[in-house]
Structures are given as C-alpha cells and as structure tokens.
C-alpha cells in the first residue's frame, strides 16, 4: 500500500499548520491592552444590538469591530470589494470557506485521535509483517513507506496533532 | 479578560472596556493622536466605521485566509489517508495470517 507525497511538510506548511492549530491559543496568550472608555448611550446600544444580530460575543466582537474599524481601504477598495463580494464567485467563496474550514477541524480532530495511537499501529504493522514472513509469505507482505519510519517521524506527527506546535529543531525531518 | 460594554440607566453613557491585541492597540493610539480626538471619540468613530464595513471586511479577510485554510485542507487530508492506510493495512494482514492459520 503506498501513498504518494510526504507525510509531513517544510517549515512554511508547518507554520501555517500551527497557525490553525493555536490560534485561538495564540489570540488568547497574546499580550493584551485593556482600553477603558465613556461612550454615548446610543453607540453602545446599537453595538450591542449588531453584535447580537450577527450573533457574535460582545468578548469577540468588541475587538474585532475595532480592527476593523482601524482599516485604512480607501473609498474606492471598499467599492470594489462591495463589487466583487456582489459576484457570483464571491457567493461560493462564502461556503466554500466554511465547509472547507470545518472539514480541516473534522480532520485535524480525527489525525489527533490516531496518531495519539501511532506508536502501536506502527508496532503492529511491523509484527504481522514479521509473522508472515517466518510463515514463508513473503510475497503478500506490502513495502509501504512507514515501514522506515523512527521515533523522529512519530514524534513530528505527534508534535503536528497533539501538542499543535513545531518540532524542536534536532528532531529529523521526514523524507 | 473580556471585552464588554457596561450599561448603566437607560440613555447614560456606557462604558466599553475593550482588550486588544498590542499591534491594533498601537494602530489605535496613533489613529488618536493623528486626528486630535479624545479616546471616546475616536473609539465611536473607529466602532461605526467597522459596524458599517463589517461585511466588505469580513470578506477581505476570508478571501485572505481561503487559501492558507485550503493548504491545510489538503495536508490534514493526506495525512489522514496516510494514517488510516495504516489501520486498514493491519486489518488486512490479521486477516490473512488468520486464513494462513486456518489452512495451516
């Protein structure tokens, strides 16, 4: 049984991997300053009621109006994001996103699970191998690209899923 | 350490307390002094332009990361073939040693 490609990426992959991962980790550990401010009655209320419409915490949403509200698009961006936000491929980008952005957490969440099992799977594998061999069935015993793997591959993998941080430098990178 | 708004009566001003991140902080004290206003003022004027814009933003940033989450996509996807290749691979031999003891 082989499967094409490299199970594990370059530095650029594994960065933009542990961007997902910890992100939420990353926002949260981040040094935080605290602005403190009197606002009219009428702002907070309609605040308040937008964040409530589009149903976003006012923990999540507070911020994130205030990075948006610090963009600097000009006039004319703005129109032509309104423009192409408006198209058809802007309408499947929405969705797509979504879906595409549940499946990588679907699948991010599934890989944990199996490579916290790694190390035995691996073990296994290598037994039946063994055991057909010594019953003279060579010739059903698959080469897969597991079968060089070391304890620098598993713990990569367990660096990628589990811990959702890079290896330390020393570790060995996969072929 | 959330951000919130704190309502008093009805019609008085509210008190925002918002914590961010040292970058938007550092963009939103130069946005003050570059336009002479006070800290209020200007996270009223800052809150209604993001409010106003939010969705053209909020489209800005997805296009942004579509590609990087797709990039990730694919690499979960394959490592998880990869892995599952293994279980059914164990499957598969047990299987054959099971019908190799059978006949042996």
Redesign the interface.
Known sequence: ?K?K?K???DDG?QK??N??ISALEA?ES????????????E??????L?LKE?WIL??????????????S?SEEE?ER??R??NSKA?HN??G??AV??F??YE??M??KA??MR?SN??Y??RL??R??QL?G?QK?I?K???DSWDESVIDS?YH??VFGKSPPASHGKLK | ?????V?GK?????????????S??E??RD?VIKNCLS??DT?????????A????????Q??A??M??????E????????????????EQ??N??EK?DLK?
């Open positions: 049984m499967i490609g199970p594990l990426r992959h933009r991997r961007d997902l926002i981040r040094e935080k300053v605290c602005i403190k401010v009197t606002i009219p009655y702002t907070a209320e309609r605040v308040r937008f589009k006012e923990s999540q949403g507070i911020p994130l109006l205030i990075q948006y509200g610090l963009s698009e703005l994001l309104k192409e936000m802007a980008l929405w797509e996103y595409m952005k499946k990588a699948y991010l599934e890989n199996m490579v790694l799977m691996l296994e594998n039946l191998k055991r057909l019953k069935l059903l698959p897969d690209e597991w993998y990628k899923y | 350490m959330f951000s919130r708004l309502f009805k019609g008085e001003p509210a008190v925002l307390e918002a914590f961010l991140d040292k938007t902080y963009r939103f946005y800290e209020s996270v009223v004027k800052i809150l209604e332009h993001g409010m814009n939010y969705w053209l933003l909020e489209f800005k997805i296009k990361s579509y990087h989450i797709k990039n990730l996509f690499e979960f996807k394959k490592d998880n073939e990869l892995l599952k290749a293994i279980q059914m691979e164990n031999l047990k054959i040693l190799a042996g």
